[in-house]
T-cell receptor
C-alpha cells in the first residue's frame, strides 16, 4: 500500500527566506509523487511531479522537490518565499496501476510573514 | 478554457435531509473524480468515472452516497440521508490522460457541506 506523511502541519517563514516542506512516502512500487497547492478559495493545483526521470524536479513559481529513495523523502523547497506562496500544500503519491486514485498527505499550511 | 466547476460552493442542511452536489469537468476530459476532505483529515478518494462508467468506487463510504455521470459529461453526488459525519469539502477533479495514469488532475474549488 502507498502512503505519504507530511511532517509539519504548519510552517511559518518570513518573506525572502527559504521554504522547506517535508514529506516522506511509503510505496511497494516505484512511486509517482506530486505536490499540489491550494490557495484560499481556489481549487488544488499541480505544483510539480516526479515520475522516475530526474530526481530533482522543478515546478511552477520557483518550487522544486528532490526524490530521495534512500530516505523515502520528497521534500518541497523554494529558495526565497513570497507572500503569494501562502497556501496549503499537499504531498501526494500514486502507485502503479492506480489510475487517478491519488493518496494525499495531511497537508502543510504555509504562512509567509512580511 | 473553463476549469472544473462545482455547485453549490457551500450547502448547509439538517441531518436526514438530501443534498446533491454537481461537478462540470473540463470539456473533453473523460476521467472524473470525487474526493472528500473531512475536517481535520486528509483528502480522500471517493470514486473515479471514465466517461459514464464507474472505474473505481472503492472510496465511497456507504450506500447513502450515490454518484452518477449520465452521458459522460457532468456528474452529481447525492447524499441521502445526510449524517453529521458527512460534513466536509467535496472536491471534483478531471483529467484527459488514459484512465488517469499520470496522476495530473485538475480540481474544482470544492463544495463545502455542513450537516447540522
Amino acid at each position: 500500500a502507498q502512503s505519504v506523511t507530511q511532517l509539519d502541519s504548519h510552517v511559518s517563514v518570513s518573506e525572502g527566506t527559504p521554504v522547506l516542506l517535508r514529506c516522506n512516502y511509503s510505496s511497494s512500487y516505484s512511486p509517482s509523487l506530486f505536490w499540489y497547492v491550494q490557495h484560499p478559495n481556489k481549487g488544488l493545483q499541480l505544483l510539480l511531479k516526479y515520475t522516475s526521470a530526474a530526481t530533482l524536479v522543478k515546478g511552477i513559481n520557483g518550487f522544486e522537490a528532490e526524490f530521495k529513495k534512500s530516505e523515502t523523502s520528497f521534500h518541497l523547497t523554494k529558495p526565497s518565499a513570497h507572500m503569494s506562496d501562502a497556501a496549503e500544500y499537499f504531498c501526494v503519491v500514486i502507485g502503479a496501476y492506480q489510475g487517478g486514485k491519488l493518496i494525499f498527505g495531511q497537508g502543510t499550511e504555509l504562512s509567509v510573514k512580511p | 478554457e473553463a476549469g472544473v466547476t462545482q455547485f453549490p460552493s457551500h450547502s448547509v442542511i439538517e441531518k436526514g435531509q438530501t443534498v446533491t452536489l454537481r461537478c462540470d469537468p473540463i470539456s473533453g476530459h473523460d476521467n472524473l473524480y470525487w474526493y472528500r476532505r473531512v475536517m481535520g483529515k486528509e483528502i480522500k478518494f471517493l470514486l473515479h468515472f471514465v466517461k459514464e462508467s464507474k472505474q473505481d468506487e472503492s472510496g465511497m463510504p456507504n450506500n447513502r452516497f450515490l454518484a452518477e455521470r449520465t452521458g459522460g459529461t457532468y456528474s452529481t453526488l447525492k447524499v441521502q440521508p445526510a449524517e453529521l459525519e458527512d460534513s466536509g469539502v467535496y472536491f471534483c477533479a478531471s483529467s484527459q490522460d488514459y484512465r488517469g495514469r499520470t496522476g495530473e488532475l485538475f480540481f474544482g474549488e470544492g463544495s463545502r457541506l455542513t450537516v447540522l
